[in-house]
């Protein structure tokens, strides 16, 4: 009776633990831990938790497990090269991970993103916004006779544009740019744009990269700063990439490097 007693214990034990697998590969477990673990990562990247989804989950790990079996049973896994890109998925997988930990630890407030809104429009107060045509050129001749034609009359701006320029974009439009602050364009653009008042045109053509080009100023207003809703996204974004990049300064500073 009393080994009768023990066997009987000793089943009612087993059976919890034997639950707790799904399926066994080759004697290997799948847990039930597992599955559900591979069944929160799916629904954390937007799938619903279903009854079909868990099966789906159990066979793709059941899969799984037969072909891992069957890349150590050839040893594939000793292979060097494969060895080196196991390591270097652990390494990436690891990096990732200590990062989503740090900012999981020090998030982005909305009072960080309120802070770093004011700075950055404060730093845009008083700018100007330029509403632009441009004639685009490859020699400098072509753009000086185009400018002596377009301020004596002989032939509109528009209609310079649209038989001269080669930019494809612009030319066409009688080479109208639209609106945009200076810092749009390259910088000996930008600057000759600056120099300008409303419905003034370049006395001499400039040159850049792209070619020659004479510019002309149609309208100017102060430049829109959008609302913090609009931009809140993208402020929230470069603050966590600058938490990051600082977060991985320290941990350089603190390391002994020879």
């Not at 630890?105 to 004011?118: S, W």
């Not at 000086?144 to 544009?161: G, R, V, W, Y």
Request: aromatic share 6%; net charge positive; with cysteine.
């Amino acid at each position: 009776m009393k080994r009768i007693a023990v066997l009987a214990a000793a089943c009612v034990i087993a059976v919890p633990a034997f639950a707790q697998n799904v399926a066994t590969v080759n004697g290997q477990a799948i847990t039930q831990g597992s599955l559900d673990q591979f069944v929160a990562l799916m629904v954390k990247q937007g799938t619903k938790d279903t009854p079909e989804l868990r099966a789906q989950v159990k066979q793709e790990m059941i899969n799984r497990a037969v072909a891992i079996q069957a890349a150590e049973k050839a040893g594939i896994d000793k292979q060097a090269d494969i060895k080196q890109e196991i390591d270097l998925s652990r390494q990436s997988i690891l990096v990732r991970a200590l990062m989503a930990d740090y900012l999981a630890k020090h998030p982005i407030t909305d009072a960080n993103v309120q802070t770093e809104y004011d700075k950055i429009k404060s730093e845009q107060a008083g700018k100007q916004e330029y509403k632009l045509r441009h004639i685009l050129v490859k020699d400098e001749k072509t753009a000086t006779d185009l400018t002596a034609k377009i301020k004596s009359k002989k032939i509109s701006f528009e209609t310079a544009a649209k038989q001269k320029s080669i930019d494809p974009g612009s030319g066409k439009n009688g080479g109208e740019l639209g609106w945009a602050p200076a810092t749009n364009y390259v910088p000996e653009f930008a600057q000759a744009v600056e120099s300008l008042k409303k419905g003034q045109m370049t006395d001499k053509p400039v040159q850049t990269q792209f070619g020659w080009h004479i510019i002309q100023v149609e309208d100017t207003r102060p430049m829109k700063f959008p609302e913090l809703k609009d931009v809140k996204p993208q402020i929230e974004q470069m603050l966590r990439q600058q938490a990051l990049a600082t977060y991985q300064q320290e941990l350089l500073k603190s390391a002994v490097i020879k």
